[in-house]
């Protein structure tokens, strides 16, 4: 797979909106499609400045408490619920792992009301998944929102760790949510940069084509139907993503990078495990492509390059990987 260029540091993200000695942490009770109430999404890398660093304070303190308030909440589960104990212990890690980096000196503010945890084990269980689907969109929007193209970044990765956690307990609701990607309305990859992203990022997806197409070649639908079917979703997402970038690029009057006549392989995709392995490692290499693009774009083509993450995010451990509480931005973590 074509190599990413690395992205700043989690701390050099804070550093740049002037967060690491801490922020004042803000109420997250907004509208969920506009969380900041104005202009998300609308700003341009040239127009940071004052205002830019103090709306990107706001964003890191709304989507710090948001995630508090689900770690709260999954531990309030735990200790309510001993049957969920063990099955929610991967959630709650990734949740402190998630807040070590988004809240590295501890700033945010508990909630004023504790978290309520229903009697029944699975009612409780369904509704927390629900509102982790509800942060995973949440931040997102913060994503969207944030000024700093490092923040947005690690924010998009903060979905994309809830995503996967969320597939891991819930496999088939969270395979299906993951999948749900749009490009519409305004957005675009900001200057000479951009641009460069949504190349890396094509480039990326044109290998991913053709590595996952090899691995598939090694299932099949009556041997290994599930695996099958996983790596052909996975393909023709991949397919679809590639055609998109083109278009994108085609839209703002660039020549897309085209495939190479041929990609290294691993030499064993004999059984179906080496073809699974290979396909979650092209998914982890793609999330860092598109969270690349998340720090390198604005508007919808953020957002964009976001669900993508989540979806393959979510990919890689319906494939047999481990979730990761920042899929795409593992340089992030400590």
Same mark, same amino acid.
């Given at each position: ?11 050099a ?15 997250c ?8 109430g104005?202009?998300a999404g ?11 660093a103090a709306d990107?304070e706001a ?7 948001d995630?508090?308030?689900?770690? %709260?909440?999954?531990a309030a ?9 063990g099955? %929610?212990?991967? %959630?709650q ?10 809240d590295?000196d ?12 229903g009697a ?7 509704s ?16 969207v929102? /944030? ?5 947005a970044r ?7 760790g ?8 819930a496999p088939?609701?969270?395979? &299906?949510r ?11 990859? /900001?200057?000479?940069?951009?641009? &460069?992203a ?5 480039a990326?997806?044109?290998a991913?084509?053709?590595?996952l ?9 009556s041997?290994?139907?599930? %695996? ?7 393909h023709?997402?991949?397919?679809s993503?590639? &055609?998109?970038? /083109? ?13 190479e ?16 392995e290979?396909?979650?490692?092209v ?5 860092t492509?598109w ?6 774009s ?6 964009w390059a976001?669900q993508?993450?989540?979806?393959v995010?979510?990919s890689?451990v319906?494939l047999?990987?481990d979730?990761?509480p920042?899929?795409?931005?593992? &340089?992030?973590?400590?």
């Open positions: 797979m074509p190599s990413v260029r690395p992205a700043p540091s989690r701390r993200a804070l550093a740049a909106v002037g967060l690491v000695a801490g922020i004042t942490t803000v109420s009770g907004r509208d969920e499609g506009d969380p900041r104005s202009r609308s700003s341009s890398r040239s127009s940071r400045g004052p205002s830019a990107d964003v890191v303190a709304g989507a710090r408490t995630l508090l308030a689900l770690d %709260l909440l999954v589960t735990r200790r309510r619920h001993r049957p969920l104990r099955r %929610l212990a991967d %959630l890690r990734t949740h402190r792992a998630q807040l070590a980096e988004l590295p501890g700033a945010a503010a508990p909630p004023a009301r504790r978290p309520r945890v029944d084990p699975a009612a409780a269980l369904a927390l998944l629900r509102d982790e689907e509800r942060l995973q969109r949440r931040m997102v929007t913060w994503c929102a /944030a000024d700093s193209g490092p923040l690690l924010l998009a990765s903060v979905a994309a809830s995503a996967q956690q969320v597939a891991l307990l088939e609701d969270g395979a &299906d993951a999948r749900v990607e749009r490009l519409d309305g305004t957005g675009r990859a /900001a200057g000479p940069e951009g641009l &460069d949504l190349q890396r990022v094509l990326s997806e044109h991913a084509v053709w590595v197409g090899s691995a598939g070649a090694a299932t099949s639908m041997a290994t139907p599930e %695996l099958f079917e996983r790596l052909s979703g996975a023709e997402s991949h397919r993503r590639r &055609d998109r970038l /083109a278009a994108a690029l085609l839209a703002q009057g660039a020549e897309p990078v085209q495939s006549a041929a990609y290294a392989v691993p030499e064993d995709l004999s059984s179906p495990g080496t073809a699974a290979a396909a979650v490692r998914e982890r290499s793609s999330a492509a969270a690349f693009l998340v720090a390198s604005t508007g919808a083509t953020r957002r976001a993508a993450l989540t979806s995010a979510v890689a319906g047999g990987g979730g990761e920042l899929p795409g931005a593992s &340089d992030l973590s400590r």
